[in-house]
Structure formats: structure tokens, C-alpha cells
């Protein structure tokens, strides 16, 4: 959505052979991190960094609701069949 655009721009998709605890997202999530506040890894979910624990939770839930409204716009133009 367009909101969602604004607010937290491009994301970063990190893809790798195996997410949890593996040495690939380790080594190239905290690069990624420098330059975006939140950063997607297939397959697990997102990573978020801010000056406090709550400024990350508001990157991470904001990422969540726009996933949710661009699901939802999305549902609803397959049942009209746009």
C-alpha cells in the first residue's frame, strides 16, 4: 500500500540455504542492517533495528499490517476477478 511504501520504502530480502542459526545469515543480515531499519529473510521473517526495543517492534508490526492490507487488497481482487 502506499502508506506502507512511504513509511518503510524498499526491504531487503535476504535468501539462504538454511535461516535458523546458520552462519550465511549471520554474516550477511548485520550488513544488510547498516543501511534499513528491517530486513526480510525468506523463510523466517524479519529482522528490525532501532534505537530502542520498541522503535524495532514498530518496524517489525509495521511491516506485519502492511503485508496484512496488501494480502487483503489482493483477496478481494481475486473474488471480483480483476
Known amino acids: 500500500d502506499s502508506e506502507g511504501q ?3 520504502q524498499k526491504i531487503p530480502v535476504l ?3 538454511e535461516t535458523v542459526g546458520s552462519d550465511e545469515v549471520a ?5 544488510l542492517l547498516k543501511n534499513n531499519r ?3 529473510v525468506r ?6 533495528v532501532g534505537q530502542s ?3 524495532a517492534y514498530h518496524w517489525t508490526t509495521s511491516l506485519e499490517n502492511v503485508c496484512k492490507i496488501i494480502y487483503l487488497t489482493r483477496s478481494l ?3 471480483k476477478g480483476s
Open 27 to 31: 554474516a550477511k543480515l548485520p550488513e
Open 77 to 79: 481482487q481475486e473474488r
Open 6 to 8: 512511504y513509511l518503510l
Open 53 to 55: 526495543l520498541e522503535e
Open 38 to 40: 528491517i530486513v526480510m
Open 43 to 48: 523463510g523466517h521473517g524479519s529482522f528490525a
Open 15 to 17: 535468501t539462504a540455504k
